[in-house]
């Protein structure tokens, strides 16, 4: 019998049997089941700077406590000049002297930290410290670190010093870099000079002589073709001059107190028998060098800075070659304990001020306050009511350690750039002081460092420095021709180029923080329609060799004007010669 339903006792019988449903699962979810046991996850450490070099892999490690450290390790002496770019040296310490719970005191090391802002001082502890370890291995160790732009000059000459104690008591840089400056270090002119380097021409900067800072105006005046007279005795119009200074506070200080001197007055590199008094236009310093420029007198601002030769000065440790052999594990050990501060202080804001507090016990000046605020770099209204950037500063992890030395993904030895290029500098203002200068390969070790890389890759995890380029560059910071030499009407570089190619390739990595303009230039000869695909193909044949150089794609722009810009009279053949060119330009 067939049973007809309404269609009102239909959905009685869904509704019923959809609530059955709903009921059994309910009870189904009711019932006791195993699951997992509920965490305690701890306190979370996430990092909280922008600059974090770790990410979610971070771990706060606890701050070294104030207690001495009783390890029973090698005890060393290391001489450090008042420099942010130590900040993870001073975090891994602990203090003064390694405290117990630091990385250095893991590290089994017993170290106490020297301020020394003197090089030649820095020089003479070396040098006697190479003798006493001749006679006796016990002898504590010596470390001495500053600038790494200055150290071809300072290697050739504390390698002379150490030449009658043998070949291995010869000085090594050890691959102990933990920071560089990140603007600190700078040129600081009138407001005039930025907006065109040539009002330069003829004035006079005050910076310690064929060291340090004085490289940044060394590099900044090449890369816009301007002289540097070399000779602090005299005046030179159509160049740059210097007025010697004997420390980085000293130079700012000849600003402020309006120093002059007398200087006899030389043409075309003959004097004149006429003397002339010059006074200081600006200032090669760093801090607190260049925060007493502001806060004192005012009316200097930042012409080029580390900022923007971001690999120009990496700090560089030197030590006598026989005591690092006889101590590898020590420096592997420091180089590692040393990493991990970078990630620390790079993270971690707390860790950041431990390094600001333990730098104003190491420098004695100041307060940890003041050490932080220039660590990090800050924009203020100097005296005169200037803006002006003062201060600066980053440290390395283990990754920017091997970018630096050429052990990273890019294979682009940075720090052999720097020396070269420096080197270079010094042997060309100076001859008769510095004819030649220590070779890259012999002045530094690598080996500890790839040690630590190949036995640690765990310690590669943090983020490296990477800098940001803009789209394109619409601030110049210098400008310079090129006459590089193309095959007739095409645009294959002859091979007579690539020396200066080179040069080009590793002024772009000195000056790593600017964009790199490449532009091509033909002469009048022919059309618009042929000059200006040919320049362009030009510029880009100068692009392409950079890039197989190791130069980032992000970071160069390419274009082609044809006979658009010339600089000289197209009616004559030399006229023609210099239009025919390739302008590079470092701009932001």
């Not at 016990?138 to 104690?165: C, Q, Y």
């Not at 080009?504 to 000195?510: H, P, R």
């Amino acid at each position: 019998m067939t049973i007809k339903l309404k269609p009102a006792g239909k959905l009685l019988i869904i509704a019923a049997i959809v609530t059955t449903g709903i009921l059994a699962i309910r009870w189904y979810q009711r019932q006791p089941k195993e699951v997992g046991d509920s965490i305690a996850i701890g306190q979370v450490a996430l990092p909280d700077v922008a600059e974090a070099s770790l990410s979610t892999n971070a771990v706060k490690l606890p701050l070294p406590t104030t207690e001495p450290a009783n390890n029973g390790g090698s005890q060393i002496t290391w001489e450090r000049m008042a420099w942010n770019s130590q900040f993870s040296g001073m975090y891994a310490n602990g203090g003064m002297r390694t405290t117990r719970g630091s990385l250095f005191d893991k590290a089994h090391v017993d170290i106490t930290y020297v301020r020394q802002d003197d090089c030649n001082k820095q020089m003479a502890d070396l040098v006697k410290f190479a003798k006493e370890y001749q006679s006796s291995s016990n002898t504590p160790g010596v470390l001495i670190t500053f600038m790494g732009d200055g150290m071809p000059a300072f290697m050739t000459a504390l390698s002379k010093e150490l030449e009658p104690l043998g070949p291995e008591y010869q000085p090594i840089i050890l691959p102990l870099t933990h920071g560089k400056s990140y603007g600190e270090d700078q040129v600081m002119g009138p407001q005039s000079w930025k907006q065109d380097p040539h009002n330069a021409i003829g004035k006079a900067v005050a910076g310690v002589l064929r060291d340090g800072d004085i490289n940044i105006l060394l590099k900044w005046a090449g890369d816009n073709g301007l002289k540097v007279n070399p000779d602090e005795t005299t005046y030179d119009r159509e160049a740059i001059n210097i007025i010697a200074a004997n420390d980085f506070l000293d130079a700012p200080n000849k600003y402020i107190t309006g120093y002059s001197e007398k200087r006899k007055i030389v043409v075309n590199g003959r004097t004149t028998g006429k003397d002339t008094t010059i006074g200081v236009d600006a200032v090669a310093t760093w801090t607190p060098g260049d925060v007493n420029v502001a806060t004192k007198k005012g009316g200097l601002v930042t012409i080029a800075s580390t900022k923007q030769y971001a690999a120009q000065m990496p700090n560089q440790t030197i030590a006598i070659k026989k005591w690092a052999y006889d101590h590898r594990t020590d420096v592997e050990n420091m180089i590692i304990a040393l990493a991990m501060a970078g990630d620390q202080v790079r993270s971690f804001n707390e860790a950041k001020a431990f390094a600001a507090k333990v730098s104003a016990q190491v420098y004695q000046e100041q307060t940890p306050e003041y050490w932080l605020k220039y660590y990090n770099g800050v924009e203020e209204t100097d005296m005169q009511g200037l803006k002006v950037n003062l201060g600066g500063s980053t440290v390395f992890n283990l990754s920017d350690m091997a970018n630096t030395y050429g052990l990273g993904n890019d294979k682009v030895d940075r720090y052999k750039a720097v020396y070269n290029t420096f080197g270079n500098l010094m042997v060309k203002m100076y001859p008769a002081i510095m004819p030649s200068f220590m070779p890259y390969e012999k002045a530094v070790d690598k080996s500890f460092l790839f040690s630590v890389i190949s036995n640690h890759p765990e310690l590669l995890e943090g983020k490296s420095i990477e800098a940001q380029y803009a789209s394109q560059i619409t601030s110049a910071v210098s400008s310079k021709s090129y006459s590089i030499v193309f095959e007739t009407g095409s645009a294959n570089i002859h091979p007579s180029s690539y020396r200066m190619l080179d040069e080009i390739f590793e002024s772009a990595v000195v000056a790593e923080g600017l964009k790199l303009g490449v532009y091509g230039h033909t002469d009048n000869n022919g059309s618009d329609a042929i000059n200006i695909p040919l320049s362009e193909k030009r510029a880009n044949a100068v692009k392409a060799y950079l890039l197989k150089k190791g130069l980032k794609e992000a970071r160069i722009e390419t274009k082609g004007y044809g006979a658009s810009q010339p600089i000289a009279d197209n009616n004559t053949e030399s006229g023609k010669s210099k239009n025919r060119r390739v302008e590079i330009v470092l701009g932001e």
